[in-house]
């Protein structure tokens, strides 16, 4: 609970940053459907994944293959195989592999039901189709997929393999291809939706799929409403975000936090509480609170936080 | 909750819902088995293993999904136990996200795209088509035409590994030789593998930097057509013309013919961009991009055509008139499979 301050500060960022990325999305069944868009920085981490998986997956492979053309023909008899239509048939498969490696990697995963690859799994993020203003939100096809994919050619690996070769130093010509090639790579850096290129062409868009485990509910424990009494003065101090952070407290259990959050509760109502029963306060009075602040919202009163 | 190695996995009873204090935790243990089953179904959806769904549950998901969408409007104006908003938040995105996800299987794509998606979709760019086969042929006369007037330039135009001796007065025999069939087929299937894929890359990269307005795709038909001119007159200067002419369209007709493609659908997307007409930039974009990607997944195919040609027919048959009629039966299918093929009925994919 007594974090340092910067690390509060960093904290309440990252709040705003995710706030911002909020988006909303009309089902056909006229229900609002939060939506988070994925932040950049895990859409890299998601691709630079891919990346590892593929440039892994095919050194592991070469590697597999070469031990066992040494194991099979011996050393001279690779050069004497050159010609030898099983050889052949592998050197084909080798190609396409290659080929399929860099365009039918990510399309075969994005068109699965999860319409995500593995590094976007790991990430918790996925491909959704992108409503447009004032439609609701529409299927992915297997075109938008496909689309989104081919313009990934220009933005991950045209520039990369620029790189790689040493293009940026070929003069004039060179360094105006680098910046080119980055308005791609870039692209996203400069969109509300963190869209690249491919997302733009598609109608498609990155959002975050976490999954969520249902807790268990809070006010099934034994009911001591006769051991502490809340009148209303005391449950009108604190609103919404409040018990928000007191829900996170119980739930995770930390005693230690358990007795900070009592203390400072029973300071500001002017309580005085025996050591040990902190948990038992602190559920009862969590069940009281979110009992008065909801039978306010069933009369349309809300209160965001206890400054509201 | 149950592991989900488990067959069936048993959603636990909720504990005594008069137990609970809360009217809103009360609403919450009523409804949750039917949420808790809903999650199950869609879990198995993800995974891929629909099989695994009993009949009586895959009856009731468009209930279930009703109901947990129903839960989660009531909830969010009755209830502030976060971690079950999120809960349901979570559940009804992942169940939208399915019930609404992509109702074709790839294979029934493929048989739809194949039997007259694809051939719409190239009709529906016939002004991009022109525009990229009017540039084409452009880029075709430039090299030819700086060639003529001065043979230094094929230097500038050909990259010097790519003309192998094919060079402006290069001795006429050394030309025909470089024409000439291969002895067998040695070496071939590898060969036409790395074509296909050197080639896509190129009529890829041709429709990626459509997105630029098209104008980069077009400096990029232009070059690759100008190589071609430039070789071609090569050739005709040394009076090869008809056998040159024969050695391309072998390949050349469905090859040059995916990249007229592939150019043809970066500039409907370029094109779109800057004039999106009346309809919303976005809205604008992404059915071009759709239709686009359509006819690049095409392109994709002919290409492979293409390499099997080029690494096979054309090392195997050496006469110029067999090779001139494999290449002309190939541009007649072609031009009969998109203009006479019919779009498939329209279906909800």
Known sequence: ??????????????RAYAAKRQRQLLTPEGLVLPITVASRSSRAGALLLDLIIIIVGLITFFAVLGVIGFGILGSEGLGRAVGNPVIELIQVLLVMLLFLSRYGYFLYFELGPRAATPGKRLMGIRVAARPVAGETGGRLTAEMVIARNLVRDVEVFIPAFFLLGGGQDAGVAGIAAFVWLMVFVLFPCFNKDSLRAGDLVAGTWVVEAKHAKLQ????????????Y????????????????VLEGVLRQDNPEALREVADAICRKIGWQLGAGDEREFLETFYAALRGHLESGMRFGKRKADKFA | MALSFFKSPEIAPPPDIEAASLRSDRF????????????????????GRPGRISDEDLLDLPVLYRKATSSLAVARETSLDAATLDYLEALARRAWFQVYGPRITLSGWLRRFLGGGWSAAVRSIWLDICIALAVMVAGTAVGWLLVARDSEWFYALVPGGMSGGRTPGADPSALRESLAPQADAEGLSTFAAYLFSNNSGVAIMAFALGFAFGIPTLLLLV?????????????VDAGLGYEFGAWLAVHGTTELGAILLAGAAGLHVGRTMAFPGNRAIMAAMRDAGVRAAQVMAGCTLMLVIAGLLEGYARQLVGQAEARLAIGVIMLVFWICYFALLRAPAERET
């Open chain 1, 1 to 14: 609970m007594s974090r340092p301050a910067s690390s509060h500060a960093a904290n309440l960022k990252l």
């Open chain 1, 216 to 227: 268990s509910a809070l006010s099934l424990a034994p009911d001591r409403r006769t051991e």
């Open chain 1, 229 to 244: 009494r809340f009148g209303t003065a005391e449950l009108s101090v604190y609103g919404e975000h409040e018990l928000q």
């Open chain 2, 28 to 47: 919450r243990l009523e409804r949750e088995v039917d949420w808790q089953r809903l999650e199950g179904i869609i879990t198995a959806l993800e995974k």
């Open chain 2, 223 to 235: 070059y690759n057509m100008a190589v071609l001119g430039a070789m071609m007159w090569v050739f």
